[in-house]
């Protein structure tokens, strides 16, 4: 019966054993990637640098394996150099310019764009109310009293001036107002400056 008991321990502990091996392996393997990770990438130790190991390795004849040699001066330190400069430039002077008085330019003399009239033509057919509607949506500054006014002097006169336009918009209007459905009709006249 003891010699099961110890059968059984030992049992245990080489299970032990094993279950720990493949951890005691894992963690070896890290301490020595990180040991040797450290000591890649870590400063030079002991105040000797990377520079002056490359010079000791090189000055006792073992080749290091590539990289190109120190380039040495061709001037020795504490030589003399003569330093020739034979440049000669030519200074202008540019001389001053007073502003003069500014000079304005010349006012020409144009001539106004002639004006001309239109002229709404009385018609007994007319509808008063579409007739002052087409007027104020037509022209701008057309408000609905001056329509009115404009369509009883047409009326009772048998025209009556619209107001004075340069020649394109005078002809814009009078087609617009030739387009409304029932038609109203209208006239160009020159505005005469006498």
Same mark, same amino acid.
Do not use: L
């Given at each position: 019966h003891q010699k099961a008991a110890k059968n059984i321990a030992c049992q245990r502990t080489s299970i032990i054993k094993l279950q720990r091996t493949p951890i005691m392996a894992l963690r070896l393997l890290l301490c020595a990637i990180a040991l040797a990770s450290a000591t890649a990438f870590a400063p030079p130790? %002991? /105040?000797?640098s990377s520079r002056t190991s490359s010079s000791l390795l090189a000055r006792s004849g073992e080749d290091s394996g590539g990289g190109a040699a120190l380039a040495k001066p061709k001037v020795q330190i504490g030589q003399k150099t003569a330093l020739v400069t034979d440049t000669k430039q030519k200074v202008v002077e540019k001389k001053k310019v007073q502003p003069a008085e500014p000079t304005f330019r010349r006012d020409d003399d144009f001539e106004e764009a002639p004006m001309f009239k239109v002229m709404l033509l009385g018609d007994d057919e007319y509808d008063q109310v579409?007739? @002052?509607?087409?007027?104020?949506?037509?022209?701008?500054?057309?408000?609905?009293?001056?329509?009115?006014? @404009? %369509?009883?002097?047409?009326?009772? /006169? /048998? =025209?009556?001036? @619209? /107001? =004075? %336009?340069?020649?394109?918009?005078a002809e814009l209007y009078k087609e617009q107002l030739l387009r409304s459905d029932p038609l109203i009709y209208s006239d160009i006249e020159e505005d005469k400056k006498d």
């Open positions: 130790a %002991f /105040g000797i579409h007739v @002052i509607e087409r007027m104020q949506a037509i022209i701008e500054e057309m408000d609905e009293n001056m329509a009115a006014s @404009i %369509f009883t002097q047409a009326q009772a /006169g /048998g =025209k009556s001036m @619209i /107001g =004075k %336009f340069p020649y394109e918009r």
